[in-house]
């Protein structure tokens, strides 16, 4: 009798197992369906540059009493941004969340490099209905390019000026690059990019990255007055940028410091003076102010002094003269000496080499002659005497 009623009984057991197991997935679908699941993040609008990232924290609230299985996905809303849907560090695409419990999901968002200024609408969903609008508003209009910009691209100064700007390389595209650096300056004009205090030719930036560079530039010695502009390029293979840059001459600098007579030669007496008539003239094209007159190298015991020392103004053109008093040693030996002689304003400087003789005092010579003719004179005397004998 036992035998007859066991597999009615074990029959009925899986029945209700069965019955319970369709119960239970039923009440999770129906607590999915009832909508006990919540979305929430506090940060449901953003703003964010072209190439930056968005990250939003979302919490996944299972409001009901059972647990609460659901697909969570994300809806582009048609923009085609790259984005991460994660929790515990790894993508996900489906929840189960206990009763009263809550769920942390994580959905990173990349701002593409290009794109249009304005607000973009995006939404996390799960399947049993339940969305969570976010909006993304991107501050500025993006590009895919490179960008040099140059904080003050006009400059002015004398022919004697390094002109030295200032410039930011900007790296827009998606991938890092390599940018060679050049400079197209006319003639003459030495063009000098550094990074970090070094000069380079080149330069390397990762995406989105950028970098301060400066660039120098000097002028040729005999440069005009005038505006140059100097083509700044920065070039990949798979794009370049450029920027023009300015100088702006406005005058020339020169001076010239010779003798009256362009004669840089006199001569002097051992322990004697000489004045020499000095000229100084502006070559250049702008004024030359406090001129100072100075002698360098000096012969050991000499005296140089001069007669103004200074000069106030030598206008473009225009000539001034002074005089340079050179007191010779009283021990000078005979010979040729060199006084180097120096104009100087704070812009420009000249000098000239002077080249003085010193001779021998005539008193001495014609003591010198009479020392002769005694010696002469005495020997003569001597040979009268005791040349007989």
């Known amino acids: 009798m036992l035998k007859k009623t066991a597999k009615p009984l074990a029959a009925l057991l899986i029945l209700m197992l069965a019955a319970m197991g369709w119960y239970t997935n039923a009440g999770l679908e129906k607590a999915a369906a009832d909508g006990t699941l919540e979305l929430y993040t506090p940060y449901v609008e953003l703003s964010a540059a072209p190439g930056e990232s968005v990250s939003y924290p979302i919490d996944v609230i299972n409001h009901g009493t059972s647990t609460a299985k659901a697909a969570i996905s994300f809806d582009a809303g048609g923009n085609f941004w790259k984005y991460e849907l994660t929790a515990g560090g790894r993508q996900v695409q489906q929840l189960a969340v206990k009763g009263g419990e809550t769920q942390n999901v994580t959905l990173q968002l990349e701002v593409p490099l290009e794109i249009n200024k304005g607000s973009y609408s995006f939404a996390v969903k799960t399947g049993a209905g339940e969305t969570l609008p976010l909006k993304v ?99 990949s ?42 000229v100084i003239t502006n070559t250049g094209s702008v004024p030359l102010e406090d001129v100072s007159l100075a002698s360098q190298g000096t012969p050991t015991g000499w005296e140089v002094s001069f007669d103004p020392s200074t000069i106030r103004t030598i206008q473009p053109g225009a000539t001034a003269t002074t005089q340079a008093v050179i007191k010779s040693s009283g021990n000078a ?8 002689l120096t104009a100087s304003s704070a812009a420009k400087s000249a000098s000239a080499d002077l080249r003085v003789t010193v001779k021998t005092s005539v008193f001495w010579g014609w003591i010198g002659v009479l020392i002769i003719a005694a010696v002469i004179a005495g020997i003569y005397y001597l040979f009268r005497r005791f040349g007989r004998r």
Not at 249 to 276: C, F, H, M, P
């Open 237 to 278: 293979g798979s794009t370049n940028t450029q920027a023009e840059l300015e100088a702006v001459i406005t005058g020339t600098y020169g001076i010239q410091l010779s003798t009256s007579n362009d004669v840089l030669s006199t001569d002097v007496k051992a322990g004697g003076e000489r004045r020499v008539d000095l």
């Open 333 to 340: 030996l005979p010979g040729d000496y060199v006084v180097s």
């Open 137 to 235: 508003n991107v501050s500025e209009q993006g590009t895919f390019k490179t960008e040099l910009t140059v904080d003050q691209a006009n400059m002015e100064g004398h022919s004697d000026t390094t002109f030295t700007y200032s410039a930011v390389l900007r790296n827009r595209t998606a991938q890092k690059q390599s940018y060679a650096l050049t400079a197209h300056a006319e003639d003459g004009w030495d063009v000098r990019i550094k990074s970090d205090g070094n000069s380079v030719t080149s330069v390397e930036l990762e995406a989105g990255a950028e970098k301060t560079i400066s660039i120098e530039a000097k002028p040729p010695e005999q440069v005009k007055a005038g505006t140059y502009k100097i083509p700044v390029t920065a070039s």
